[in-house]
């Protein structure tokens, strides 16, 4: 069974930083692309990263573009979220999802982690 | 970046009865297009992939479609687990941009 287990979330001030893991097991996790998706409470889903399945390619919204560092290590079967510069509006649920076979659409999902911006 | 205009934005509708929820791209993104279902405090679940795949284990109900830049997904006969918010999400290129949702409730 596919699991995605999210952790490191927490209470921030702004402007400092937070890292965030995400644990799996149940495949072959070395395999796969994985990605960030969050979402603020109350409202809809938006994808903050994605990285490769051998960290060769990285992608970023650009809400966080600069502030975010997407990376993962296959040999503990972990992809983290290096946050800094956190604003208020960085204030969400964050999941890690990882994709079906054939396209980035996210057939596994974490349960999140909550982390909330605020002085 | 490519924009997924979802609508509506909220739907309520009788049990058994037909539900369709679209989005269109901004620009051409063939078939890979993708819709979810999130229930209330729990993660969203995959539901279509490729545009009209349907993921494992999802009821046949639900079905999706395309025509040209506008993508459907219909619920045939809704039933009260269907309650939720869907999201489509277009898998075509980085930002991978999700639709603004839509709030489906029983009538």
């Known amino acids: 069974e596919v699991q995605l287990v999210e952790s490191g979330g927490g209470l921030v001030q702004p402007g400092r930083s937070l890292k965030l893991s995400c644990v799996a097991s149940?495949?072959?996790?070395?395999?796969?692309?994985m990605n960030w998706i969050r979402q603020a409470p109350g409202k809809g889903l938006e994808w903050v990263a994605y990285?490769?399945?051998?960290?060769?390619?990285?992608y970023y919204a650009e809400t966080v573009k600069g502030r975010f560092t997407i990376s993962r290590d296959n040999a503990k079967n972990t992809l983290y979220l290096q946050m800094t510069s956190l604003r208020s509006e960085d204030t969400a649920l964050y999941y890690c999802?990882?994709?079906?076979?054939?396209?980035?659409?996210?057939?596994?999902w974490g349960q999140g982690t909550l982390v909330t911006v605020s002085s | 970046d490519i924009q997924m205009t979802q609508s509506p934005a909220s739907l309520s509708a009788s049990l058994e009865e037909i539900v369709t929820i679209t989005c269109q791209a901004s620009?051409?993104?063939?078939?890979?297009l993708a819709w979810y279902q999130q229930k209330p405090g729990k993660s969203p679940q995959l539901l279509i992939y490729?545009?009209?795949s349907l993921a494992d284990g999802v009821p046949s109900r639900f079905s999706g479609s395309r025509s040209g830049t506008q993508y459907s997904l219909k619920i045939s006969r809704l039933q009260v687990e269907d309650i939720g918010i869907y999201y489509c999400q277009q898998a075509s290129s980085a930002p991978f941009t999700f639709g603004s949702g839509t709030k489906l409730e029983i009538k």
């Open positions: 620009q051409d993104i063939g078939n890979w």
């Open positions: 999802a990882r994709h079906q076979g054939g396209g980035i659409w996210f057939a596994y």
């Open positions: 990285i490769s399945s051998g960290s060769s390619y990285i």
């Open positions: 490729g545009a009209t």
């Open positions: 149940g495949f072959t996790f070395s395999n796969y692309g």
